[in-house]
């Protein structure tokens, strides 16, 4: 009986494109879920039978080169059906010619100093926008080869107004609209280095012609590719448009559709005509409710300007819907943040889960411990400080679900102080209440670790037990 034959092939449109290119440096993607990751792999693939191919892909980091379904990780499901050996410890493949294809990164600048002395065929960087301009050209002078194949450089990318990758691409891409100008994609233009200005032309000759025959032009093209050019993806996960459709206005723009203009604004990630209008009562169906402290544990005094201390009450109902019950913004010494605590546990009642983040070190624990017991009798929950990405990073879920009609707030004082600071975020003054209320749902209301009291009916309050029991603990 014979094996089974294994075929790999682009899938038709921009992947295609991608891998038949002739450029010189050929920039792929400008969109999330394009196949850009799948299509360097399948790049490497060509030269396999060369027994000098020397083939490189390069991440910003170890742990994103390392990251469940990464690179490395996809990698595994190509390179053994091509009987390739892989080198755990030096993210190296060593294909049966001799050929070798290796993952690294480089995160600082000094990085790329490590690689002096290497011959790579092949070098590909994927995320091009995480790279810096000098990263970048200095990884140029390390791509060379003997092995008779043309030395060639391969960048995926997604929008980065920002990024010295926009302006390298500007050709591409209309000024005005930061989208990408369809009939100029997949053409190749040419550019030179001259006392660090790249100078640009149509062809190579007009650069040989300008600045002699030892010019060596470069060539340059910009395949741009989206979402629903990934067939595949779509057929296994058709959701993921979905997901890219919940991102804020401005991350939509950039990922779904390859905006390389879209940055954020005042307003970006929060509206207030998305809380609708504020509620004067809550409904019935709470099944959960979580009073978060962000502490700033600092005090006005002339001169001054410290963001505050909030306590942020978010409820949760049975079909989904958040409602901001109350927000408490203080300026007080710790003592003064831990009884204010106190007291707002008092009014809120046992039946709200308290939670409050934990700053690393020594101090950060004793003020926890001390809290904790301050509010015994009540459910506390602490959560360790952690490195959950930027604001804007933690402000994407909650936004989500504020555009999609998600979110309320209660009628009260606070509530236009509220909401005028969220609509500024992340460019206003102060950011207090939009950390509150980021960190209460991404790391209370939706934890599943024993936040969430389910079955609760704030209907019927039994007054006189809830006093009790303050009497008892307080």
């Known amino acids: 009986m014979e094996a089974a034959e294994t075929i790999f092939k682009p899938q038709p449109g921009p992947q295609t494109d991608f891998l038949r290119c002739s450029a010189d440096i050929c920039i792929f993607g400008g969109a999330a879920g394009g196949g850009k990751s799948h299509g360097l792999l399948l790049d490497h693939c060509y030269h396999i039978e ?41 993210h190296e493949w060593l294909f049966p010619s001799g050929a070798i294809v290796k993952f690294g990164a480089i995160e600082f600048d000094a990085d790329v100093y490590s690689w002096d002395g290497s011959e790579i065929c092949g070098l590909q960087l994927d995320e091009g926008t995480q790279f810096s301009e000098f990263q970048f050209f200095h990884m140029i002078s390390r791509n060379r080869s003997t092995c008779g194949i043309k030395p060639y450089v391969r960048v995926t990318t997604n929008p980065d107004p920002d990024s010295w ?63 629903q050019n990934n067939a595949k993806l ?29 940055r954020p604004q005042a307003g970006s990630y929060f509206k207030r ?3 609708g209008t504020p509620l004067d009562t809550l409904p019935s169906d709470i099944v959960a409710r979580v009073r978060f402290w962000d502490r700033a544990g600092t005090e006005q005094a002339p001169g001054r300007d410290p963001d505050a201390t ?72 602490i959560i360790p400080s952690s490195g959950a990405g930027s604001k804007e990073t933690r402000a994407r879920p909650i936004s989500s679900q504020c555009e999609a009609g998600n979110c309320r707030i209660i009628r009260a004082p606070w509530n236009e102080t509220f909401l005028r600071e969220l609509e500024a975020f992340p460019f206003g003054r102060h950011d207090d209440r939009v950390d509150g209320l980021t960190r209460i749902f991404h790391k209370g209301i939706n934890q599943r670790s024993g936040w969430s009291v389910h079955r609760l009916d704030f209907t019927k309050p039994n007054e006189n037990a809830t006093r009790r029991f303050f009497d008892n603990r307080l």
């Not at 913004?329 to 204010?340: A, D, N, Q």
């Open 50 to 90: 060369n027994r000098g191919y020397r083939g490189v892909t390069l991440r910003k980091t170890v742990p994103q080169l390392r990251a469940p379904g990464g690179l490395w990780d996809k990698s595994k499901e190509i390179y053994p059906l091509l009987r390739a050996e892989p080198r755990e410890q030096t």
């Open 273 to 275: 005509e998305w809380f």
């Open 165 to 227: 990758l926009r302006r390298f691409l500007s050709y591409w891409i209309d000024e005005a609209t930061g989208y990408p100008i369809p009939e100029r994609c997949g053409k190749l233009r040419w550019f030179v280095r001259r006392n660090d200005e790249l100078f640009w032309a149509d062809s190579p000759q007009e650069l040989i012609e300008k600045f002699g025959k030892d010019a060596s032009p470069k060539s340059v093209t910009f395949i741009p590719s989206f979402v």
């Open 310 to 381: 909030v306590g942020l009450k978010l409820a949760k109902t049975r079909q989904g819907l958040y409602i901001v019950e109350d927000v408490v913004r203080i300026f007080e010494t710790p003592h003064g943040v831990e009884s204010k605590m106190i007291e707002c546990a008092k009014a809120d009642g046992f039946e709200c889960v308290i939670g409050f983040m934990s700053d690393p070190g020594s101090a950060g624990k004793y003020e926890s411990t001390a809290a904790t017991r301050a509010l015994d009798g009540f459910t506390v929950k």
């Open 234 to 262: 779509l057929e296994v996960n058709p959701e993921y448009i979905g997901n890219l459709k919940a991102l804020p206005s401005f991350e939509r723009d950039r990922l779904l559709l390859g905006n390389w203009n879209a």
